[in-house]
T-cell receptor
Framework: GQSLEQPSEVTAVEGAIVQINCTYQ??????LSWYQQHDGGAPTFLSYNALDGLEETGRFSSFLSRSDSYGYLLLQELQMKDSASYFC?????????FGKGTRLHILP | ETGVTQTPRHLVMGMTNKKSLKCEQHLGHNAMYWYKQSAKKPLELMFV???????ENNSVPSRFSPECPNSSHLFLHLHTLQPEDSALYLCASSGGAAEAFFGQGTRLTVV
């Protein structure tokens, strides 16, 4: 079967750094991506890793280790607007499978 | 604006009604998806179309019937739904990488 595991909730303080982990089990792996979804909105693409290593895009970075079937999303200099759900997703054959999402709570 | 448009944004329907959700993309993508997102639940993949051919039906009840007349349009036909089918229905498209572009979704309420 195919599955992705990520924590259901994470809490962090404004201005701090937070890491959201994702482990996956899938066949035909093509890459790991991350999405952000605010309440009432649609998921929006954040980042994509096809190869091992760290990808940085502004305050957000994403990491992938294919040998460990593991990745993470790193959010730096947290802002209140970063409060949202974050989903990891894998491209497997012709479909994109999403994790259950991590609800990020940010405290002032 | 992601380039994926869904209509209607909100829909209330009775259990005996028949309605259709529409999704349109002009991004040149070859894959289109229907996902269901219930309250406090993860995104559930329903159907996948690749080059207009259905390649995935994730054990979805037959009261949901997808249609993909061309690579830019995707429909989800609904009939005799149940109250537990009330959810946000999201359409997405992708062009071959792991990046999917989502529409704003249709908030469906079955009464």
């Amino acid at each position: 079967g195919q599955s992705l595991e990520q924590p259901s909730e994470v809490t962090a303080v404004e201005g701090a750094i937070v890491q959201i982990n994702c482990t996956y089990q899938t066949s035909g792996f093509y890459g790991l991506s991350w999405y952000q979804q605010h309440d009432g909105g649609a998921p929006t693409f954040l980042s994509y890793n096809a190869l091992d290593g760290l990808e940085e895009t502004g305050r957000f970075s994403s990491f992938l280790s294919r040998s460990d079937s593991y990745g993470y999303l790193l959010l730096q200099e947290l802002q209140m607007k970063d409060s949202a759900s974050y989903f990891c997703a894998v491209r497997s054959d012709d479909k994109i499978i999403f994790g259950k999402g991590t609800r990020l709570h940010i405290l002032p | 604006e992601t380039g994926v448009t869904q209509t209607p944004r909100h829909l209330v329907m009775g259990m005996t009604n028949k309605k259709s959700l529409k999704c349109e993309q002009h991004l040149g993508h070859n894959a289109m998806y229907w996902y269901k997102q219930s309250a406090k639940k993860p995104l559930e993949l329903m159907f996948v179309y690749n080059f207009k051919e259905q390649t995935e039906n994730n054990s979805v009840p037959s009261r949901f019937s997808p249609e993909c007349p061309n690579s830019s349009h995707l429909f989800l036909h609904l009939h005799t739904l149940q109250p537990e089918d009330s959810a946000l229905y999201l359409c997405a498209s992708s062009g071959g990488a792991a990046e999917a572009f989502f529409g704003q979704g249709t908030r469906l309420t079955v009464v």
